[in-house]
C-alpha cells in the first residue's frame, strides 16, 4: 500500500483514482487505502492542535472576582503571574484577606474558587497569594496531543457513518446512478483529500503553535486551515462525481457537468456539515482552553451548536439594545 503514491496522485493527478472508483475494481483494496491515508493525516494534525496545551502548560488568566466575606467581593484585571510562588498580580486595589478569602479567574467563563491565603503590595501591584495546592500548570501535558489525534479523525468517520445511509438515498433522488460502494468511496475521496491537505499545513501549525501564546489567534487558524481543507475536499467530491457518472472511455468534462451535480453536491455538504457541526460540539475540546481548571479530555454536552449560536447572538442584540 504505497500511500505516498496516494498522496501524490491526490494533490496532482486523481484521474487515475477516479476510473478506478468508476470501473469498481479493487475497491475494497482502493478504500482501505483512503482510509488509512486518511487516518493517519487527520491523527498527525490532531496532534498538532493538541500539542497547544503541551507548549504552554501554564495557564491564563484574564480578570478575577476577589471574594473576603458573604457579599463582599472586588473584581479586576491580572496584570501577571508567577506559577513558583503561586501568586498573580493585579493594579486593582484589594482588601486584606480572611481565612475565608476566595478567588475565581476568567469571569466570562469562570474556574472553580480557589483559596486565597494572603495579599500584599509589590512594586506599586497587589500581590495576591494563593494556596499551595492550587497549580498553575497543567499536569500530564502529553495526554491531551494523543487524545486530539485520535478525537479528530473520529469526528470525521462519526460524521460519515451517521451520514452514510442518508448520503446514499440522496444520490438515488437525484437521479445518479451510483451504488452504494462507490459513493462511500467518493466520499473517502474527500475524506483522503481533507487529510492531505490538514497535514500539508501542520508544520506551519505546529510553527504557530510553539512560538504564540495566543489561545485565540491559534483557533482562527485552526478554522482557517480547516476551511481550505474543506475546500479541496469538495473538490475531490465534485470532481468524483462528474468522473463516477461518465461512461466509460467517456470525456469527463468537469466544468460542463458540475452544474447537473450541483444539487447532490449541494445537499451532501450541507448534511455532513449538519452532522459534524454537531458532533464537533459534542466532542469538543479540540484546543483546550488555558486556564484553570484543566480543560477534560472529553466534554460531552447537552444542546446543540446551532441553538448557542442563536442565543449568542440574542445574546448580542440585547447587549446593543439602549
Request: aromatic letters at 12%; glycine letters at 6%; hydrophobic letters at 50%.
Amino acid at each position: 500500500m504505497n500511500l505516498i503514491a496516494m498522496i501524490d496522485g491526490l494533490l496532482r493527478d486523481r484521474s487515475a483514482l477516479y476510473r478506478q472508483a468508476r470501473e469498481g475494481t479493487h475497491l475494497r483494496a482502493l478504500n482501505v487505502r483512503l482510509l488509512l491515508l486518511f487516518l493517519l493525516a487527520t491523527a498527525i494534525y490532531g496532534g498538532v492542535m493538541g500539542a497547544f496545551r503541551l507548549f504552554h502548560p501554564e495557564f491564563s488568566f484574564s480578570d478575577f472576582e476577589l471574594t473576603t466575606a458573604p457579599g463582599v467581593s472586588i473584581q479586576g484585571t491580572v496584570a501577571g503571574m508567577s506559577a513558583e510562588s503561586h501568586t498573580f498580580f493585579t493594579k486593582t486595589q484589594c482588601p486584606a484577606v480572611t481565612h475565608m478569602a476566595t478567588v475565581r479567574f476568567n469571569l466570562s467563563d469562570p474556574t472553580d474558587a480557589y483559596r486565597v491565603v494572603a495579599v500584599s503590595e509589590e512594586k506599586g501591584f497587589n500581590k495576591i497569594e494563593l494556596a499551595p495546592e492550587v497549580a498553575f500548570t497543567e499536569s500530564g501535558r502529553w495526554v491531551f496531543p494523543l487524545l486530539v489525534a485520535v478525537k479528530t479523525p473520529v469526528l470525521f468517520l462519526l460524521t460519515l457513518l451517521i451520514c452514510a445511509l442518508a448520503l446514499y438515498f440522496l444520490n438515488l433522488a437525484f437521479g445518479l446512478r451510483l451504488t452504494f460502494m462507490p459513493s462511500m468511496t467518493l466520499m473517502l475521496f474527500t475524506l483522503a483529500g481533507t487529510g492531505v491537505m490538514l497535514v500539508v499545513f501542520a508544520p506551519i501549525a505546529l510553527l504557530f503553535t510553539a512560538v504564540t501564546t495566543s489561545y485565540h489567534f491559534m483557533k482562527v487558524l485552526h478554522v482557517v486551515i480547516f476551511i481550505i481543507a474543506g475546500l479541496f475536499g469538495v473538490k475531490i467530491l465534485g470532481e468524483g462525481l462528474v468522473s463516477v457518472q461518465a461512461d466509460p472511455g467517456e470525456e469527463v468534462a468537469f466544468a460542463s457537468s458540475s452544474k447537473k451535480m450541483r444539487p447532490v453536491l449541494f445537499s451532501w455538504l450541507l448534511l455532513y456539515c449538519l452532522v459534524g457541526a454537531q458532533l464537533a460540539w459534542t466532542l469538543k475540546p479540540f484546543l483546550g482552553t488555558p486556564y484553570l481548571p484543566a480543560t477534560p479530555p472529553f466534554r460531552v454536552e447537552k444542546g446543540n451548536i446551532f441553538m448557542s449560536t442563536l442565543e449568542s447572538m440574542h445574546g448580542m442584540q440585547a447587549t446593543h439594545e439602549p
